[in-house]
């Protein structure tokens, strides 16, 4: 039992999970470890310090991951690629500007003083932080996210201008919604005794607005090459955005000082800021090449705006279950987007039905050329065989066209075959073999009825199914098919004389049961009849004599001219 106990301790946990720690670059591990550590040191920081030295501590761990947040961004922009470096020093120099406002932070709490006295210059200089973060997340490499604007024609495009306008409606009214619901409202309403003060939170909480904004039409229109690093940085952001939305929120209600448990979301945004300037590079992109979306990518982009409606939803309807009253803002804010909610599916629910249609139309196309020939639009031998065994044995299979007959009638069989077409060919060029095909082709179609299948079986060889449930002989059928293939046509700008070798079989009801290779056999027989004796009369066989292949020709009957 001891030694089980030491194998079980001896294995590995979990072998994939091993190899992809394994697979992540050093650094980036080292990295996740001490962001780990700093965020779990902050944490017990805030629960188990008294509020003072909590709050000290969690502002010194914040300048800290500021300080680590710059180095990385400073340091991975060395051997970045020049399209991947600019992000980097950008978001470096807004993570070391946090670090001198932390600092000075700290300095301030160790003198015992509090940071009211200096609340408007702070707001304003977080306006400034707030344009280096947007303009790094705008220079994050990404391309379009392509596929769905190139979904159909016939004002597919426009439709898609139309989607990306809703979109970014609703992404936007949504975002505005919940930071009027947790901040600008109070703001608003605030009775701060300096203006100025106010101003400046008011506009602080725009920016926020835009920076979250950009984040979520990053992640909703774009295609980033790294989407590791646009979800890491995209997180940072935002949970940095959410720190300082608490700032607001506070003082808008007369709380100028945060308590340590509200730094926390800003340790974890500059840990997800460190892991992203570190996260593995993506591979290199073919910028002439055109990669669709994966599925995952296409529903995440067609659920954002929807999931972020929903998290905007929850402070009005918050509000309501708890009884509260909704100022006018939030009830027509909501009933707007609401609005736009329902006009993007209703314009969703026409592109599915639109698609529905092509995806049926494209069925249909591909069902008829996996059964017809492309060259002349005849059944192929697929669709010809189909046929043939519900003729020979109609319980089996269905017929496979759209035709139909009663009851078991004589069926026919004809097969054609085009005399010296190798020669057309070598003479007059494949192309005009081509045209040969074509012209024999569509008189075999001419002159068959409804209920008949004309078939190219390969080459220059053809085949004909002839009903026999109709007033007209499948045999004078025959004999005119034989006639109007072999009239002289226009070829190369000649008159050309086509020659075939016809053979026709027909099967009673009497004779079943039979399968159908033989009597596509017998047909071959009587066509191979008709060529050896260089004949274009049509030849029958006659199915009452026995046949054996190597041995004595078959019987056949020579019809009149």
Aim: glycine share 8%.
């Amino acid at each position: 039992m001891v030694a089980g106990l030491r194998a079980v301790r001896g294995a590995p946990s979990d072998p994939v999970r091993s190899a992809r720690w394994s697979g992540l670059p050093p650094p980036f591990r080292h990295a996740l470890v001490g962001c780990t550590l700093l965020v779990g040191l902050a944490a017990l920081s805030a629960a188990m310090v008294a509020p003072r030295p909590a709050q000290i501590a969690t502002t010194i761990i914040a300048f800290v991951s500021e300080i680590t947040a710059a180095s990385a961004c400073f340091r991975s922009a060395r051997h970045a690629a020049a399209d991947d470096r600019r992000w980097r020093v950008l978001i470096g120099m807004f993570a070391a500007g946090l670090a001198g406002g932390a600092l000075l932070t700290a300095v301030t709490f160790l003198n015992g003083d509090t940071i009211r006295s200096a609340t408007t210059s702070t707001l304003l200089g977080l306006i400034v932080f707030y344009g280096l973060a947007l303009a790094g997340l705008l220079y994050l490499p990404a391309d379009p996210v392509e596929g769905r604007s190139a979904r159909g024609r016939d004002g597919g495009l426009d439709r898609w201008h139309v989607i990306v306008v809703l979109d970014s409606l609703l992404i936007v009214g949504s975002a505005l919604l919940f930071e009027w619901g947790t901040s600008l409202a109070a703001i608003v309403r605030a009775s701060a005794p300096d203006p100025a003060q106010l101003l400046a939170a008011l506009v602080h909480q725009l920016t926020v607005l835009v920076l979250v904004t950009a984040v979520l039409l990053i992640a909703a229109f774009r295609r980033p090459r790294s989407p590791a690093t646009l979800a890491l940085l995209g997180g940072g952001l935002l949970g940095y955005a959410l720190t300082n939305s608490i700032y607001v929120y506070r003082y808008a209600h007369g709380d100028y000082d945060l308590p340590a448990w509200s730094l926390l979301p800003l340790i974890v945004s500059l840990q997800l800021i460190t892991l992203a300037a570190l996260a593995p590079a993506s591979a290199a992109v073919d910028r002439n090449t055109t990669a669709e979306p994966g599925p995952r990518a296409m529903w995440v982009h067609t659920a954002l705006p929807y999931a972020v409606l929903a998290a905007a939803g929850l402070v009005p309807v918050g509000k309501l279950v708890a009884g509260g009253p909704l100022d006018p803002v939030e009830a027509y804010g909501a009933v707007s987007l609401l609005v736009l909610a329902f006009t993007r599916q209703m314009i969703t629910l026409a592109e599915n039905t639109r698609l529905l249609v092509e995806v049926r139309e494209r069925e249909k196309q591909l069902n008829y050329q996996a059964f017809h020939d492309p060259l002349t639009g005849l059944a192929n031998r697929a669709l010809f065989a189909r046929r043939l065994r519900h003729e020979v044995d109609p319980g089996v299979e269905p017929r496979g066209d759209d035709t139909a007959t009663g009851g078991q009638a004589a069926v026919s069989v004809l097969f054609v075959d085009l005399d010296q077409f190798k020669r057309v060919n070598d003479t007059f060029g494949h192309a005009i073999g081509d045209e040969l095909l074509k012209i024999t082709a569509g008189r075999l179609r001419a002159g068959t009825r409804a209920n008949d299948l004309v078939a190219r079986l390969g080459g220059d060889e053809f085949a004909v199914i002839l009903d026999g449930s109709g007033p007209d002989d499948p045999v004078r059928v025959a004999q005119r098919l034989a006639a109007t293939v072999q009239t002289p046509c226009q070829l190369a700008g000649q008159t050309f004389q086509p020659r075939a070798s016809l053979g026709l079989v027909t099967l009673d009801p009497d004779t079943r049961p039979m399968t159908p290779d033989s009597l596509l056999h017998q047909a071959d027989l009587a066509m191979y009849a008709a060529k050896r004796a260089d004949t274009t009369k049509l030849v029958i066989y006659n199915g009452r004599l026995g046949v054996h292949p190597g041995r004595d020709p078959p019987q056949i009957h020579w019809t009149p001219n």
